[in-house]
């Protein structure tokens, strides 16, 4: 899922709550609903784990978010949310995972210490979201990227209008 998409998640979930450990808690938790959403990247990520296109994955990661940090932007200078720290939050608390199963993902943890056991759990808990649906409907793969695109723009598209 675009992270763009986790963010305006994330901002409506902290703009609807009262206080910023509510807002954390609905952003990272909505990170895994919408994710659940079949979406159409997985090839990507295979493609990275396998080695061969590295370089698309991380100029789709960069691109998306520089879009992302762009969006955030448009959000604070076009909307006068009544919690802009809540809603601030609750976009962190939606990018989170990502963040760290990006982390996970470049550090690749060797040694078995606390943290990097808590580090695999959490890939391994996030990437079954991802499968869900798909598993869920007996379907073997994920969609095909053009449409997994043509979804994500349709629904950042309501979100960012319910937004602003």
């Not at 206080?19 to 919408?34: E, L, N």
Request: aromatic share 14%.
């Amino acid at each position: 899922m675009f992270l763009a998409v986790h963010a305006s998640v994330g901002a409506l979930a902290g703009n609807a709550v009262n206080g910023p450990v509510a807002a954390f808690a609905m952003g990272f938790i909505s990170h895994f609903f919408a994710d659940m959403v079949p979406h159409g990247d997985e090839h990507m990520y295979e493609g990275y784990k396998s080695g061969n296109k590295v370089f698309r994955a991380f100029l789709y990661v960069g691109l998306d978010a520089l879009a992302t940090v762009i969006l955030i932007a448009v959000f604070f200078l076009k909307q006068d949310f009544f919690s802009p720290l809540n809603v601030a939050i609750g976009i962190v608390g939606g990018l989170l995972p990502d963040l760290l199963v990006g982390l996970f993902e470049v550090v690749k943890p060797k040694r078995r210490t606390w943290l990097n056991r808590k580090l695999s759990w959490f890939h391994g808990f996030h990437m079954a979201n991802h499968h869900f649906l798909i598993k869920h409907a007996r379907h073997e793969k994920d969609i095909p990227f053009r449409y997994g695109l043509l979804m994500q723009g349709v629904v950042l598209s309501v979100l960012v209008k319910m937004i602003l």
